[in-house]
Every structure is written in structure tokens, then in C-alpha cells.
């Protein structure tokens, strides 16, 4: 599962680089699908992983912070970092037995629900690979080659 989760790191730092070239307009320009803007998207990212890893280690949700705070490339990418450091430290804890941990909470209709962690792990995973592809789509529409979401060749499984 850990190679999944770099995937995606490698990936996401693919679309900063790629954002580096990208007028600030185009950045923050409101997307038809998705969650918004491009800059957003990858704010979003990084916020709903850091929430989830939160919560599977028993602390509680994090408010989401507001996104004017980090409506900047650098800022998104300072706060992945920041996020990053702790998400990481818990993947390399991650053991077979947490696979069928169970997180519980109340949902928005009241409801309570319960999910396995490894169940969460993966929702994370393929959180994130879906907005890349918004981003793939988005990244044409301004006329710019989109970055490879290839897992293959990026030096995972050496």
C-alpha cells in the first residue's frame, strides 16, 4: 500500500512542477466538474489524505482549513509538505492487523457507519488518482500536455 501512496506523491509533486509554468488565472479559474479550480483540486487532495490519516490514527477530523489561506501554488505546496511528514510516519507504521481495524463515526445524516481501515486506505489511493484525472482533462483544455499518471518507470518497485 505504500507504493501506491508514493505513486500518488510522485504524481501530485509532477502536477506543482507542472502548475510552475501555469498562469495564477488558469490556477484558480472555477472548472466545469470536480471540486473547483486546478490549485483547489490539489489543495483538496492534500486535505482529505490528511483528514483520513487522522482519523485512522484516532485523533480527531481537522476542520478544513480555508482554502484563501492557501490560494497560492507555493501554499498548497507547503502544506502537503507539512501534512506529508506525518501521513508518511504512518504508512511505514502500517501492520497486516490494521487492515481490519474498524473507525467509526457519525455521518452528515446522523447515521453511524463504520469502515475498515484498509477499506480507507484505499478509498484515499483512488481519491486522489480521480482528481488527477480532472486535472488530466483540465490541463488539456488550457492546451497543456497533461503529467503521466504512468506507474510504470517511476522507479517504485526496483
Avoid at 1 to 9: A, G, H, R, V
Avoid at 21 to 39: A, H, M, Q, Y
Avoid at 141 to 149: D, H, L, Q, S
Wanted: charged letters at 25%; one cysteine or more; proline letters at 4%.
Amino acid at each position: 500500500m505504500l507504493k501506491l501512496f508514493q505513486y500518488n506523491w510522485q504524481v501530485r509533486d509532477d502536477w506543482f512542477t507542472w502548475c510552475e509554468d501555469v498562469p495564477e488565472e488558469d490556477l484558480l479559474k472555477i472548472r466545469v466538474g470536480g471540486v473547483g479550480s486546478v490549485l483547489y483540486t490539489l489543495f483538496h487532495i492534500v486535505d482529505v489524505e490528511y483528514s483520513w490519516i487522522c482519523g485512522l490514527q484516532g485523533k480527531p477530523e481537522p476542520e478544513e482549513p480555508p482554502f484563501e489561506t492557501y490560494d497560492s501554488l507555493s501554499k498548497v505546496r507547503d502544506l502537503a509538505s507539512q501534512y506529508h511528514k506525518e501521513v508518511e510516519s504512518f504508512l511505514t507504521s502500517w501492520t497486516n492487523e490494521m487492515e481490519y481495524r474498524k473507525l467509526t463515526e457519525t455521518d452528515s445524516n446522523g447515521e453511524t457507519v463504520s469502515f475498515r481501515h484498509g477499506e480507507i486506505m484505499r478509498h484515499v489511493i483512488a481519491h486522489e488518482i480521480h482528481h488527477i484525472g480532472q486535472l488530466s482533462v483540465w490541463s488539456r483544455e488550457i492546451g497543456r500536455k497533461p503529467v503521466t499518471a504512468n506507474l510504470i518507470d517511476r522507479g517504485l518497485y526496483e
